[in-house]
């Protein structure tokens, strides 16, 4: 009897319709990602289609896997693809001229090869006979997993190794862009400060004086008053109304209460006016 029989006969009606229905959203996911109009789109529907693949792998007993799909790639790699496509831009205009030549012709070659590679994997799964996931876990997923990837599969796992670090640096040239003007120096920066006119001392930090230390609490002035320049105007209009009295120090009105409340700091400031 065949492996597909044997797993036709052991699967039963409940997973076969979570199959089905995952797997219909997995292929509109994965055709999302090569169809949609906009970048960001295909984003979203990567996103859907690897959540899916994760639900795919939790339902076969490989939970690791489907902790690290989430947490990885979900997570991790689609993090990565929402940054490039913020410093990119949604609305940017992809460029149909070709900068490699014969990179449609590569690209064919590619997607044969890949294509080729893929079916002679099906056809292999569909011609082995399986052990069974409790055979195969039966030290445990992890354990299970680290024979196949340091043991049987090293030297796969180590060229993908390589490839990925590959792809990396080629990423960081392509995008490296040389610079138009020289660094500017920490002594420069300076001179051009007095040159201007303009503030020659840095901005006052967020918190300084102060018992908090969050990014929208104002710098405190020595009268007790607040220093509008610690906080940036967007934080000043989604912060906090913060008064003094919240960062642990006096503030004007509650120093001339004091001032009055306390006859010999009173009459030590009538001394010094006379």
Do not use: C
Request: hydrophobic share 50%; glycine share 10%; no cysteine.
């Amino acid at each position: 009897m065949s492996a597909a029989v044997l797993a036709a006969e052991a699967t039963s009606t409940g997973e076969a319709v979570q199959f089905w229905i995952l797997g219909t959203v997995a292929v509109i996911g994965a055709l999302g990602v090569v169809g949609a109009a906009r970048a960001v789109y295909s984003a979203i529907f990567l996103a859907m289609t690897m959540i899916v693949l994760a639900l795919f792998y939790i339902a076969q007993g490989a939970l690791f896997l489907g902790v690290v799909q989430v947490v990885v790639y979900t997570g991790a790699v689609m993090m990565l693809f929402l940054f490039v496509l913020m410093l990119v831009g949604i609305d940017s205009s992809d460029s149909l001229v070709e900068t490699l030549r014969a990179q449609r012709v590569l690209a064919i070659v590619v997607g044969v090869g890949f294509g080729l590679l893929l079916i002679g994997g099906l056809g292999n799964a569909a011609t082995t006979t399986f052990v069974g996931l409790d055979d195969a876990n039966a030290a445990g997923n992890v354990e299970a997993l680290a024979e196949l990837l340091f043991l049987d599969y090293v030297w796969a796992f180590e060229l993908t190794g390589a490839l990925l670090i590959t792809a990396t640096v080629g990423a960081m040239v392509l995008a490296h862009r040389e610079r138009v003007r020289p660094r500017e120096t920490q002594r420069e920066r300076a001179e051009r400060r007095f040159r201007e006119g303009g503030r020659v001392t840095p901005l006052p930090s967020p918190g300084v004086y102060a018992r908090h230390n969050a990014a929208d609490a104002p710098a405190l002035l020595p009268d007790g008053s607040f220093s509008d320049e610690s906080v940036g105007p967007l934080l000043q209009r989604i912060g906090r109304n913060w008064q003094p009295s919240d960062l642990g120090v006096p503030g004007p009105v509650e120093t001339e209460s004091r001032k009055a409340d306390d006859p010999a700091q009173k009459t030590a400031e009538e001394g010094d006016g006379a």
